[in-house]
């Protein structure tokens, strides 16, 4: 496998507003708001799906530490790769999965900003696509 040397994945330095904006928007009434790698995350789910793939980005120091992400993210960032590259062979590099999720995080969060700025359909919009992605759960009507 070869490693990264990345401690943090990043944002473009022109979607720190956009980047602090998201969170404020999916921040629950009473809640706190998310965290940077839940954001990043989602830019860089909504990003792929939309085929939002920035070129570079200069990097801003908002994005989440390479620590912080769980087994699961890096399976997510592993089947973006894989879907990128059409093979197995660069899964074991870190670097280009690293990069790979920086750009379509940037895509994403610049898609995200522009639903924001759209208005209040951006919510609803955006919850459906979530609930879409969740496994069906039976509900009891029990607490």
Do not use: C
């Not at 070869?2 to 809640?31: H, W, Y």
């Not at 939002?52 to 908002?62: N, P, V």
């Not at 660069?90 to 790979?100: I, V």
Request: hydrophobic share 40%.
């Amino acid at each position: 496998m070869k490693e990264s040397k990345k401690t943090f994945l990043d944002f473009d330095e022109s979607s720190v507003e956009a980047f602090s904006e998201l969170k404020k928007a999916l921040k629950p009434n009473n809640g706190s708001e998310p965290s940077n790698r839940e954001v990043f995350l989602l830019a860089m789910a909504y990003g792929f799906k939309h085929g939002a793939k920035a070129q570079e980005i200069k990097r801003s120091g908002t994005g989440p530490r390479v620590q912080y992400f769980k087994p699961e993210d890096q399976a997510l960032m592993a089947a973006i790769q894989l879907a990128e590259d059409k093979s197995t062979i660069n899964l074991p590099d870190m670097e280009k999965r690293y990069e790979l999720a920086e750009l379509y995080a940037q895509g994403g969060i610049l898609l995200l900003r522009d639903e924001i700025a759209g208005g209040s359909k951006f919510g609803n919009e955006l919850a459906v696509e979530i609930i879409a992605l969740l496994p069906e759960v039976e509900l009891t009507g029990e607490s």
